[in-house]
């Protein structure tokens, strides 16, 4: 919970990534979505470090003065994770590639240098972006992940109800958590061995 509204944890090794997190169960019925609304998404931008907290409250003052400009901010970022979504798990999906492309452009067209000491210095999102912001700032993180990343070291949670994404350099990892994903394929299969176990037992009876 932050600010009273449930957020997914980040697990993913890269804000891109975990921007695609914010939906759970990727391709399936009844699949959650965390950006319920527009402060969902400028709140998770915020957390991720990508929007201060000052920048963060005046997109969702902006947010309450536009309301149908909000919502349509919100679906174009949740349009975005989709294709970023594609983009990494089928790099031969051109327009998924393009549909992340084009966010980029335009989170570049409006991004400024900041002069902060080192290491603060970096590209962000002009404030004057308004209800754009928290989208630019996503939206440059996705085409840096693309344009930088070895989409091979990206791997989708075999969980079920999952399909979270995270880096995975070693090649070693399954889950997004062990905890929870891991722990529940565990108790899956626990109960299917004990059900097995139980019918050949009552079968030889």
């Known amino acids: 919970m932050v600010d009273g509204l449930v957020l997914p944890a980040p697990i993913a090794a890269h804000p891109a990534l975990d921007f695609c997190n914010t939906l759970a169960g990727w391709d399936e ?21 990508l929007l201060d907290a000052g920048s963060t409250a005046e997109a969702l003052d902006r947010a309450a003065d536009d309301p149908r400009g909000a919502v349509r901010q919100l679906d174009r970022a949740r349009t975005m994770r989709r294709a970023l979504y594609a983009a990494c798990t089928d790099p031969t999906d051109d327009a ?48 840096d992940l693309l344009a930088r990343t070895d989409l091979r070291r990206v791997k989708a949670c075999p969980g079920s109800h999952c399909g979270w994404l995270f880096l995975d350099p070693s090649g070693r990892r399954r889950w997004c958590s062990m905890e929870v994903c891991g722990n529940r394929a565990k108790a899956r299969r626990h109960a299917e061995r004990r059900r097995t176990s139980g019918g050949s037992e009552r079968r030889g009876g």
Do not use: F, K, N
């Open 96 to 143: 998924a590639w393009e549909a992340v492309a084009v966010e980029g452009r335009a989170a570049a067209s409006q991004a400024v240098l900041s002069r902060a000491d080192a290491p603060g210095r970096r590209w962000s999102i002009a404030p004057d972006a308004g209800l754009e912001r928290p989208v630019l700032e996503l939206a440059r993180e996705a085409a």
């Open 29 to 49: 019925d009844g699949a959650y979505d965390y950006l319920a609304t527009y402060a969902h998404l400028s709140v998770w931008v915020r957390e991720t470090g």
